[in-house]
């Protein structure tokens, strides 16, 4: 006889967590996407898909590249951005990308490593867009 109990309520507490984390994801009016250490889209909220016209399943795979057309940068710090050097350490600052009208739209732009502090490495970064004085949804 083997007592599932721990083990379903471990089950349900993940479940219940994933939930609250999308929730939360889906809230945000800033456009959204995750990239592993190699640029390809991991995750993408619902204002990721509103603005690139494609559905966070169509995003999943592909380069950044392939999503999102940085037309210019203008970082805070003065460096140019590049996927290496987010991994490394947060960015921010100006952005314009050509929308899927193929417009170009001025963002602001923060990146985050994501970092595994237990073997300090970074295995991706959170990209996180937002238009200038954007009102919350």
Do not use: W
């Not at 219940?16 to 800033?30: G, P, R, V």
């Not at 929308?99 to 991706?124: C, F, L, W």
């Amino acid at each position: 006889y083997i007592d599932i109990t721990k083990a379903q309520s471990a089950r349900e507490e993940a479940q219940q967590t994933h939930h609250f984390m999308k929730s939360i994801l889906e809230s945000l009016s800033e456009v959204v996407i995750v990239i592993d250490s190699l640029g390809f889209v991991r995750l993408a909220n619902q204002a990721a898909e509103e603005f690139t016209g494609h559905s966070a399943a169509e995003l999943f795979g592909r380069k950044l590249e392939e999503c999102l057309m940085f037309v210019s940068y203008e970082m805070d710090n003065g460096e140019n951005f590049s996927l290496s050097a987010a991994l490394g350490k947060p960015y921010a600052g100006r952005t314009v990308i050509r929308d899927r009208k193929k417009q170009d739209v001025q963002m602001e732009i923060n990146t985050s490593p994501i970092v595994d502090k237990k073997h300090e490495y970074a295995m991706g970064v959170v990209i996180t867009l937002r238009r200038p004085h954007l009102e919350p949804r």
